[in-house]
């Protein structure tokens, strides 16, 4: 193929140069529609989408989200959720990974797969703000709560917790600021009302 590819010429003296790259590259994602329509693309007249010519020219900038694309929805969170022999942080350090979690969101562009339940990673995702969404990835890394239980204490939808879940994650690979496995297990509510001996699973002051 790559032979095939780099034998190919024309009668105005185009030359081809192709070698094999062998490295490995992530399957069905697509660019954003905002930045495919920047690209200085001019579409040729017979099937234009699939054949078109890109100017030597920097694309057009990309509008930036709208300010209500960055409203987050309201924390659900129990105060006494974010206690630090829960959630392995002191307040401010939860704040600053927080912020490093937003910043790392804002900095990589969204994805989309080509499934049915296609995921944009956006700022922005379902009923469950941001802050709700680390928290809740932390608790079930860190103590391997189950989600049925985060979701009950979150009040959130039915998947909401999982999605968040698999959206966090590599976010803090990306980070990387792996979230430490306790050396037991708080599956319940109960199992992590008594790491800090609450009784009964009501917010409590700290």
């Not at 209500?68 to 600053?96: K, S, Y």
């Not at 339940?117 to 680390?134: E, I, K, N, Y």
């Not at 890394?141 to 979150?154: D, G, I, P, S």
């Not at 708080?186 to 009964?200: K, P, R, W």
Request: one cysteine or more; hydrophobic letters at 35%.
């Amino acid at each position: 193929m790559v032979n095939t590819i780099g034998a190919t010429t024309t009668r105005t003296g185009l030359a081809i140069h192709a070698e094999f790259d062998p490295g490995s590259y992530p399957t069905g994602l697509t660019v954003p529609d905002a930045v495919m329509d920047s690209l200085p693309l001019t579409e040729h007249e017979w099937h234009g989408k699939w054949n078109y010519t890109l100017r030597p020219e920097p694309p057009a900038a990309v509008a930036a989200p709208r300010s209500e694309d960055r409203t987050q929805p309201e924390d659900r969170a129990p105060n006494w959720l974010h206690h630090p022999v829960i959630c392995g942080m002191e307040t401010h350090e939860f704040a600053a990974l927080l912020a490093d979690v937003e910043q790392y969101i804002l900095d990589h562009p969204p994805i989309s797969l080509h499934h049915k339940r296609a995921r944009h990673r956006t700022l922005r995702r379902g009923p469950l703000s941001l802050s709700d969404r680390l928290l809740a990835t932390v608790i079930r890394h860190r103590w391997k709560t189950q989600v049925r239980t985060l979701t009950a204490l979150l009040g959130s939808p039915r998947e909401a917790v999982g999605d968040a879940v698999h959206e966090i994650t590599p976010v803090l690979e990306g980070l990387s600021h792996p979230i430490k496995p306790a050396p037991i297990t708080a599956a319940t509510a109960q199992d992590l009302a008594n790491l800090i001996g609450q009784h009964g699973t009501k917010p409590m002051s700290y």
